[in-house]
T-cell receptor
Framework: GIQVEQSPPDLILQEGANSTLRCNFS?????LQWFHQNPWGQLINLFY???GTKQNGRLSATTVATERYSLLYISSSQTTDSGVYFC?????????????FGAGTRLAVHP | ETGVTQTPRHLVMGMTNKKSLKCEQH?????MYWYKQSAKKPLELMFV???????ENNSVPSRFSPECPNSSHLFLHLHTLQPEDSALYLC???????????????FGPGTRLLVL
């Protein structure tokens, strides 16, 4: 099956710093999503990005489907950005979409 | 608030208990999913229901029994669980999983389960 690898596994930042999270995937996919899981477990959709670049405030994401990777940029990080960031690729099999998640990047932003 | 709610948020149960997790979506979606998130492991898909029909059972032990009475509600019935079943159980919904590459999944807040 498709493998999804995220790096780095852990990241510690000082408030205000910028960071880049990476997601590599092993095969062609229909789509790719980035999620943020807050400390209480809630998964929030950040980006739905099969290719190209999208921006939402301090966050932006770029997916290069032909090279099988996606990047999530966090600028001017804040303590509320802490949590786990997951990349999930979408495949279509058995008649429905299936999300395959990476192991996540655990981010801690300190004041 | 994603439009997907789960109850209870926390659950502690013994190995001989029977309990049920509930998920409800208010988004008008047609598909619902159960995921398991164990410590230090990626989210694992357990079950998929599309228009109330189960379309995926991802090799889940029979001590987990899903039920989808309608497209807005999803249950996960638990019985004779093991301590290794302790995890965060997440529910998600989407519009139509048969529409390839067009629909995102929205997640509930999860139920944190501890089996003693």
């Amino acid at each position: 099956g498709i493998q999804v690898e995220q790096s780095p596994p852990d990241l510690i930042l000082q408030e205000g710093a910028n960071s880049t999270l990476r997601c590599n995937f092993s095969d062609s996919v229909n789509n790719l999503q980035w999620f943020h899981q807050n400390p209480w477990g809630q998964l929030i959709n950040l980006f739905y990005i099969p290719s190209g670049t999208k921006q939402n405030g301090r966050l932006s994401a770029t997916t290069v489907a032909t090279e099988r990777y996606s990047l999530l940029y966090i600028s001017s990080s804040q303590t509320t950005d802490s949590g786990v960031y997951f990349c999930a690729v979408e495949t279509f099999s058995g008649g429905y979409n299936k999300l395959i998640f990476g192991a996540g990047t655990r981010l801690a932003v300190h004041p | 608030e994603t439009g997907v709610t789960q109850t209870p948020r926390h659950l502690v149960m013994g190995m001989t208990n029977k309990k049920s997790l509930k998920c409800e979506q208010h988004l008008g979606h047609n598909a619902m999913y159960w995921y398991k998130q164990s410590a230090k492991k990626p989210l694992e898909l357990m079950f998929v229901y599309n228009f109330k029909e189960q379309t995926e059972n991802n090799s889940v032990p029979s001590r987990f029994s899903p039920e989808c009475p309608n497209s807005s509600h999803l249950f996960l019935h638990l019985h004779t669980l093991q301590p290794e079943d302790s995890a965060l159980y997440l529910c998600a919904s989407s519009q139509d999983p048969r529409t390839s590459g067009k629909e995102t999944q929205y997640f509930g807040p999860g139920t944190r389960l501890l089996v003693l």
